[in-house]
């Protein structure tokens, strides 16, 4: 059981019967009354959103939740299937599962899967990844106001903003939090 005061961001707990990651806590102390803490809830199931308040003192479930490292080995036409590097056994995560993170895998990398009672419902990607810029617009010579970006389609199918002086064929590190461009890679 998980208490009020260990309530932290990304923190996950058993609520009403289903599986929820906190977003976002808020320890409140008013001047009067009980003090308690606001949070904002995600359920990784369905990806329903919701905000709660619970009481100082009160008490959630601590689920059976794991992460295991493993591989992305190739695309399949339901989702991913990923290696155990330690054990060899394969499984399968469904798209919905992987949701937005999906557009930034790509064959051989290492991920966490996230594993509920034994059974993949997501997965945790590294802060950055290199992937090779398939499509991209040339730059114009003279057309550098400041911070001048352009679209350009990776070869994960991913498509993200680039500085100017970036061409197609050239390898990128992209950052997975909030998929931006970070820098090229040499």
Not at 70 to 75: E, G, P, W
């Amino acid at each position: 059981m998980y208490q009020t005061n260990e309530f932290r961001k990304g923190l996950k707990i058993i609520y009403d019967d289903g599986l929820w990651e906190i977003v976002d806590c808020q320890h409140v102390k008013p001047g009067k009354g009980v003090a308690f803490v606001k949070t904002r809830m995600k359920n990784l199931i369905s990806g329903q959103t919701i905000h709660t308040n619970f009481r100082s003192g009160d008490k959630v479930g601590r689920p059976d939740v794991s992460e295991v490292t493993m591989q992305a080995l190739y695309q399949d036409g339901d989702g991913w299937c990923f290696m155990d590097n330690k054990t060899y056994e394969q499984l399968t995560v469904a798209a919905a599962e992987l949701g937005d993170r999906a557009q930034f895998l790509k064959e051989n990398i290492e991920v966490g899967v996230v594993l509920y009672n034994g059974r993949p419902i997501g997965i945790e990607l590294p802060n950055f990844v290199e992937l090779k810029i398939t499509e991209c617009e040339p730059g114009v010579r003279g057309d550098t106001a400041q911070g001048a970006t352009k679209p350009a389609t990776l070869e994960s199918g991913a498509v993200v903003n680039v500085p100017l002086f970036v061409e197609e064929g050239e390898v990128i590190r992209v950052d997975t939090r909030n998929g931006e461009y970070s820098s090229r890679v040499k």
